[in-house]
């Protein structure tokens, strides 16, 4: 799980960094919540995936939710960075986005995990 969370982090990176299409944001919103549930499911282990995913969900939408507080935007004035792990501005489309992505990676995981082992042969 740590292996495929740096692959999103870099994933996320690279698609703002080396494109620019209209697809970017919510890409990048997908990979977001994607790293939101590997970062829950490597900090919760033995959890059912159905609790990982609800929670990286409830994630996604506090983080989303404070945006509209308008918080996020002043640290991120300060430290450019913080932008990435907060955002600084709310919109819907994003809610939809994160709920998408989580639900996604709730699915593979669960078919990944149901998978025959193929290394025991």
Known sequence: MCVIALITVALGLSIRTFTDGAWT???????????????????????????????????????EALQLTGLPAQPAQSWPPIRLVLGTTFGIADLFAYTGACTLAYALDRKLSNAPNLARG
């Open 25 to 63: 944001g919510p890409a990048g919103d997908a990979l977001y919540a994607v790293l939101i549930y590997l970062l829950v499911a490597i900090l919760s282990p033995g959890r059912p995936r159905a609790m990982i995913a609800g929670a990286a969900i409830a994630v996604c939408l506090l983080i």
